[in-house]
């Protein structure tokens, strides 16, 4: 009633109450009469930071303005809403808790039992952390070196080298550095196997049998007719041979000289 007797407007949202379904129409109403009183503003700008102290006059005056018009409008919102609304909204703080609490049960959940299977471990690591981030902004914040164990932990056994020199020198790190750490490690796994591939490959290639075109006219390498160098025969003066090789000279050496007939 005094806030019906201070803005006449506020009649409006007396006989529109919000029940839910009629959500647009109350809240178009609920602007008009914030409008009215000047504290709409409160609506759609973020509540400011607590003044430290030493804060000047003019800076104390300003936010507790604010904290006076936001209460103003908290108040005919809740004024305007039919009594089960009022009745949850003063239930909300549990409500919200308990989903708070389950929602943080199921992003945990998934974090402790995450192990890289495949893809690569930028994926795997950077999904990791989007769920710490998210544990984080439900006010649940892990220890870094325990994130960065549960990371560790996630690796398969190719890891394991890293994993060891890691540990052994005690090394601190953030997690986005330790995410540049595994990408080159990772590198460094997978090359050995990447050279001995690319060198079976040469060695492969180095096998292979030269192409020998055919020599034209059917005649086989190495069997041409070579070009005759024997010279001419002094014997019975053919070419092609040597008097030695002379068929005709061998066979008069086979015929007998005739016996003398004065003897």
Same mark, same amino acid.
């Given at each position: 009633?005094?806030?019906?007797?201070?803005?006449?407007?506020?009649?409006?949202?007396?006989?529109?109450?919000? %029940?839910?379904?009629?959500?647009?129409?109350?809240?178009?109403?609920?602007?008009?009469?914030?409008?009215?009183?000047?504290?709409?503003?409160?609506?759609?700008?973020?509540?400011?930071?607590?003044?430290?102290?030493? %804060?000047?006059?003019?800076?104390?005056?300003?936010?507790?303005?604010?904290?006076?018009?936001?209460?103003?409008?908290?108040?005919?919102?809740?004024?305007?809403?039919?009594?089960?609304?009022?009745?949850?909204?003063?239930?909300?703080?549990?409500?919200?808790? &308990?989903?708070?609490?389950?929602?943080?049960?199921?992003?945990?959940?998934?974090?402790?039992?995450?192990?890289?299977? &495949?893809?690569?471990?930028?994926?795997?690591?950077?999904?990791?952390?989007?769920?710490?981030?998210?544990?984080?902004?439900?006010?649940?914040?892990?220890?870094?070196?325990?994130?960065?164990?549960?990371?560790?932990?996630?690796?398969?056994?190719?890891?394991?080298?890293?994993?060891?020199?890691?540990?052994?020198? $005690?090394?601190?790190?953030?997690?986005?550095?330790?995410?540049?750490?595994?990408?080159?490690?990772?590198?460094?796994?997978?090359?050995?196997?990447?050279?001995?591939?690319?060198?079976?490959?040469?060695?492969?290639?180095?096998? $292979?049998?030269?192409?020998?075109?055919?020599?034209?006219?059917?005649?086989?390498?190495?069997?041409?007719?070579?070009?005759?160098? $024997?010279? $001419?025969?002094?014997?019975?003066?053919?070419?092609?041979?040597?008097?030695?090789?002379?068929?005709?000279?061998?066979?008069?050496?086979?015929?007998?000289?005739?016996?003398?007939?004065? &003897?």
């Amino acid at each position: 009633k005094y806030l019906i007797m201070n803005n006449p407007l506020a009649r409006i949202l007396e006989n529109y109450r919000l %029940t839910g379904p009629n959500y647009v129409d109350w809240f178009r109403n609920l602007r008009i009469i914030l409008n009215y009183e000047k504290i709409s503003y409160v609506l759609d700008t973020p509540k400011p930071n607590e003044i430290p102290e030493g %804060t000047s006059e003019a800076e104390r005056v300003t936010y507790q303005k604010w904290q006076d018009d936001d209460l103003s409008a908290k108040s005919y919102i809740l004024a305007s809403m039919s009594n089960e609304l009022q009745r949850q909204h003063e239930n909300m703080p549990n409500l919200y808790s &308990e989903q708070s609490r389950t929602v943080r049960y199921e992003i945990s959940k998934k974090l402790f039992r995450m192990r890289m299977t &495949e893809g690569s471990v930028n994926e795997h690591v950077l999904k990791m952390i989007d769920y710490i981030e998210q544990l984080e902004a439900l006010n649940f914040s892990m220890d870094g070196e325990l994130a960065i164990d549960l990371i560790l932990q996630s690796l398969p056994d190719s890891f394991s080298q890293f994993i060891m020199n890691f540990n052994m020198n $005690k090394m601190e790190c953030s997690l986005a550095e330790l995410l540049k750490m595994l990408n080159t490690a990772e590198t460094c796994i997978k090359k050995p196997k990447d050279v001995m591939a690319i060198e079976g490959s040469s060695a492969k290639k180095g096998k $292979k049998k030269k192409f020998q075109p055919k020599a034209k006219g059917g005649i086989k390498k190495g069997k041409a007719n070579k070009p005759n160098d $024997k010279g $001419k025969c002094f014997h019975c003066g053919k070419d092609g041979h040597w008097k030695r090789n002379c068929k005709a000279y061998l066979n008069s050496l086979k015929v007998k000289p005739k016996e003398n007939p004065s &003897e």
